[in-house]
């Protein structure tokens, strides 16, 4: 298996980083192979902007799925979306490690997705959900948070944490076709004690050794919604 992790976090010192290390080598102590995008260590550009094109398909009109697909066909990508692009396609699985800032991850870890993911290779008009193009692929997020254990769930104040992590779990991961498996969340991390640390790190690592028994996600089948969807997908892309 070939895994992709792609971290977030502009500490070197910080727990993210730690749970970074624990993935590489306990993936690698299964025989896996893997990369990593360290994204702040990689000072990655998180903008899209026209310098992500080499070639323009419009020049009066900035058009990014068009651009993006225009790009692809004609080798006019800019050389780090290429690189980024050709790790993702040889992931098996792919980790997103990060910290919850406002309900989501870094900024910058969501301009790596909208750079990245780039429309007409990663998705299309129908291509989406079990169709997507990244089918046959895993992904995780393995997240910390600021909040206690208590603080997140159904009836709690801040909700449930699969509600929070939706737009990843089902806008990306599951949207491009991968299958969801199960989150990684360390809770409370600024506040918990070398001890506390030290039974997050052996859990994320089970975790980690549990990944081919993992039960997926439930995601939805664009199959059951094509008949509703399919008068809509000829729309112009916005």
């Known amino acids: 298996m070939h895994a992709l992790i792609v971290y977030a976090h502009p500490e070197p010192k910080s727990f993210n ?14 025989g896996h192979a893997v990369d990593v995008s360290d994204l702040y260590g990689m000072n990655f550009k998180a903008v ?29 990508l800019a050389p780090d979306i290429v690189a980024e692009l050709e790790k993702l396609k040889r992931a098996d699985l792919v980790i997103f490690q990060f910290p919850l800032w406002w309900f989501g991850p870094p900024a910058i870890l969501k301009g790596w997705i909208d750079r990245i993911f780039l429309s007409g290779v990663v998705y299309g008009r129908s291509a989406m959900f079990e169709r997507g193009r990244l089918k046959g692929k895993r992904a995780m997020v393995s997240v910390t948070t600021g909040g206690p254990a208590a603080s997140f769930g159904a009836n709690a104040l801040n909700g449930d944490i699969l509600d ?13 076709g991968m299958t969801v498996l199960p989150p990684f969340v360390a809770y409370h991390v600024p506040y918990a004690g ?12 089970a975790h980690l050794a ?29």
Do not use: Y
């Not at 992500?52 to 692809?72: G, K, S």
């Open 48 to 76: 899209i902007d026209r310098s992500d094109f080499l070639t323009v398909r419009n020049p009066d009109h900035f058009n990014i799925p068009i651009e993006q697909r225009h790009a692809t066909h004609n080798s006019g």
């Open 164 to 176: 929070i992590l939706a737009p990843l779990h089902r806008g990306v991961f599951a949207f491009t």
């Open 17 to 30: 980083a730690a749970l970074l290390d624990v993935a590489k080598n306990t993936l690698a102590d299964q």
């Open 194 to 205: 070398n001890a506390e640390r030290c039974v997050m790190i052996d859990t994320f690592r």
């Open 210 to 238: 549990r990944l081919d028994t993992l039960q997926p996600l439930p995601m939805p089948r664009f199959a059951d919604h094509e008949a509703v969807l399919a008068p809509t997908l000829t729309a112009v892309a916005h």
